[in-house]
């Protein structure tokens, strides 16, 4: 089975913080993708990586990067935390190849809030 | 640019009766199509994607879904629901020119099934 794992289920940050959000694969799949989930908005796209080091950009990629070294893990970065980063945040791998049809494989999730 | 639209906010269906969550789509050319399903505090679950082929898909859990393309729309449906099938239910695009397989999400449908 594939398994996708993210690093916290919970986090709490201050304002300002640096914040990153790890996510690891173990199928050897090629894309890999950060969304967040908020209520009513369904799952947005914040960025996406085909390959290490390749990174694009999502539908909200403002105030956000991302991190690529390795294949099997990808690392979203909030440089300064806001409030309104406060999210469910899910990371999502899909399996080797670029075709669209490639089901996307999700980790449970981490529920970050910045006060 | 692709679209996803649940009308429902909730379904609220009692435990036996036939379940259907409703999803309409707008993507150019044909689209790939997935079903994925949230339990609380989890992560997206895969139930059924339609690629090409047979209009009616199959997936886990006794769940399918009609691909119908006069009508732009992609229903999930389950003859007889079960209140553990209470969960998040997300439609999803991905527009088969898409090379990296990125989903557009609709914003989600709560399915509440009553004993």
């Known amino acids: 089975d594939v398994k996708v794992t993210q690093s916290s289920r919970y986090l709490v940050k201050r304002t300002g913080e640096k914040v990153f959000l790890e996510c690891v694969q173990d199928?050897?799949?090629?894309?890999m993708f950060w969304y967040r989930q908020d209520p009513g908005l369904g799952l947005r796209l914040i960025y996406f990586?085909?390959?290490?080091?390749?990174?694009e950009k999502g539908d909200i990629p403002e105030g956000y990067s991302v991190s690529r070294e390795k294949k099997e893990r990808f690392s979203l970065i909030l440089e300064s935390a806001s409030t309104n980063q406060t999210s469910m945040y899910l990371c999502?791998?899909?399996?080797?190849?670029?075709?669209?049809?490639?089901?996307?494989?999700f980790g449970p999730g981490t529920r970050l809030t910045v006060l | 640019a692709q679209s996803v639209a649940q009308p429902e906010d909730q379904v609220n269906v009692a435990e036996g009766n036939p379940l259907t969550v409703k999803c309409t789509y707008s993507?150019?050319?044909?689209?790939?199509l997935f079903w994925y399903v949230q339990y609380p505090n989890r992560g997206l679950q895969f139930l059924l994607k339609?690629?090409?082929?047979?209009?009616l898909v199959k997936g886990s859990y006794g769940f399918e879904a009609e691909f119908n393309k006069s009508q732009t729309s992609f229903h999930l449906k389950k003859p007889s629901a079960l209140v553990s099938d209470s969960a998040l239910y997300f439609c999803?695009?991905?527009?088969?020119?898409?090379?990296?397989?990125?989903?557009?999400f609709g914003a989600g449908t709560q399915v509440v099934v009553t004993p």
């Open positions: 990586s085909y390959d290490v080091k390749m990174k």
């Open positions: 999803a695009v991905s527009a088969r020119t898409d090379s990296w397989g990125k989903l557009q």
């Open positions: 999502a791998s899909s399996l080797p190849g670029l075709a669209a049809s490639d089901t996307q494989y």
């Open positions: 339609y690629i090409t082929g047979d209009n």
């Open positions: 993507v150019s050319g044909n689209p790939y």
């Open positions: 199928m050897d799949h090629e894309n």
